[in-house]
C-alpha cells in the first residue's frame, strides 16, 4: 500500500469511530428537550363572570356593559347608549377568557418603557359579577408586528399576546355599534 491510500483508510476508520461514538453518545446522553411551558389564560374566569369593560385607546374612552345575568347580549354605555356588535364582543372576550400567552418574563420597573407599558398604547378595565376587576395594559408590537406586549393589573411581568388583541380592542366606534344603530346614528 501505497502512502496515500493508508492515509485515506484510516481517515476513513476514523470518521467511521467518531460517527459511531457519536451515535452512541446521543443515546446514552440525549439531548434535552425544551419542556413545554403550559401557560395559563390571561384571566381564569367564565365568560358569563364579566359583567362590563372599558377600553381606553387613542385617548378615546368606551365603555360596556351587559345586558342580564344569563344574556349574551351587551351595548355601550359611552360615549353613547347603543347595542353593539355580538361578534366583535364575543371576539374580544373570547380572547381575554381563552387566549394563553405565547411567553411571559419579568422585568424591573425602570425596564417597563422598552416594551410601551410606562405609557401603554391601550388598556382594557375588566369588571367581574364578584366585584373584582383587572386591568390589561398593551404596549409595543413586537419586531415583526405579530405580538403585543401586555401587562395584566401592573405587575412587572411582561406577557407576550398575539397582536389579534390590538386588533379586537382599536376599532373605530363604529365598528363596535350593531348596523341598526349606524343607521340611527347616521339618520
Same mark, same amino acid.
Given at each position: 500500500?501505497?502512502?496515500?491510500?493508508?492515509?485515506?483508510?484510516?481517515?476513513?476508520?476514523?470518521?467511521?469511530?467518531?460517527?459511531? &461514538?457519536?451515535? !452512541? &453518545?446521543?443515546?446514552?446522553? /440525549?439531548? /434535552?428537550?425544551?419542556?413545554?411551558?403550559?401557560?395559563? /389564560?390571561?384571566?381564569?374566569? !367564565?365568560?358569563?363572570? &364579566?359583567?362590563?369593560?372599558?377600553?381606553?385607546?387613542?385617548?378615546?374612552?368606551?365603555?360596556?356593559?351587559?345586558?342580564?345575568?344569563?344574556?349574551?347580549?351587551?351595548?355601550?354605555?359611552?360615549?353613547?347608549?347603543? /347595542?353593539?356588535?355580538?361578534?366583535?364582543?364575543?371576539? &374580544?372576550? =373570547?380572547?381575554?377568557? =381563552?387566549?394563553?400567552?405565547?411567553? =411571559?418574563?419579568?422585568?424591573?420597573?425602570?425596564?417597563?418603557?422598552?416594551?410601551?407599558?410606562?405609557?401603554?398604547?391601550?388598556?382594557?378595565?375588566?369588571?367581574?359579577?364578584?366585584?373584582?376587576?383587572?386591568?390589561?395594559?398593551?404596549?409595543?408590537?413586537?419586531?415583526?408586528?405579530?405580538?403585543?406586549?401586555?401587562?395584566?393589573?401592573?405587575?412587572?411581568?411582561?406577557?407576550?399576546?398575539? =397582536?389579534?388583541?390590538?386588533? !379586537?380592542?382599536?376599532?373605530?366606534?363604529?365598528?363596535?355599534?350593531?348596523?341598526?344603530?349606524?343607521?340611527?346614528?347616521?339618520?
Amino acid at each position: 500500500m501505497t502512502g496515500l491510500q493508508r492515509r485515506t483508510i484510516v481517515c476513513l476508520l476514523t470518521a467511521i469511530f467518531c460517527g459511531g &461514538l457519536a451515535i !452512541a &453518545l446521543s443515546h446514552i446522553f /440525549p439531548t /434535552p428537550v425544551a419542556e413545554s411551558v403550559d401557560f395559563h /389564560p390571561l384571566f381564569s374566569i !367564565a365568560e358569563m363572570q &364579566l359583567i362590563g369593560f372599558t377600553i381606553f385607546v387613542q385617548g378615546e374612552t368606551l365603555d360596556f356593559e351587559r345586558q342580564g345575568t344569563l344574556d349574551s347580549s351587551w351595548r355601550m354605555v359611552t360615549p353613547q347608549t347603543a /347595542p353593539v356588535s355580538r361578534v366583535k364582543i364575543q371576539h &374580544l372576550i =373570547s380572547l381575554l377568557t =381563552s387566549h394563553r400567552p405565547s411567553k =411571559s418574563f419579568m422585568v424591573a420597573s425602570e425596564n417597563l418603557v422598552d416594551y410601551g407599558l410606562d405609557a401603554p398604547f391601550a388598556s382594557v378595565i375588566l369588571k367581574f359579577n364578584d366585584g373584582s376587576v383587572h386591568r390589561l395594559a398593551f404596549g409595543h408590537n413586537n419586531y415583526d408586528q405579530s405580538k403585543v406586549y401586555a401587562r395584566v393589573d401592573g405587575t412587572l411581568e411582561v406577557r407576550v399576546l398575539s =397582536s389579534t388583541f390590538l386588533e !379586537a380592542v382599536n376599532r373605530e366606534l363604529y365598528e363596535w355599534l350593531e348596523t341598526e344603530a349606524i343607521a340611527e346614528i347616521v339618520i
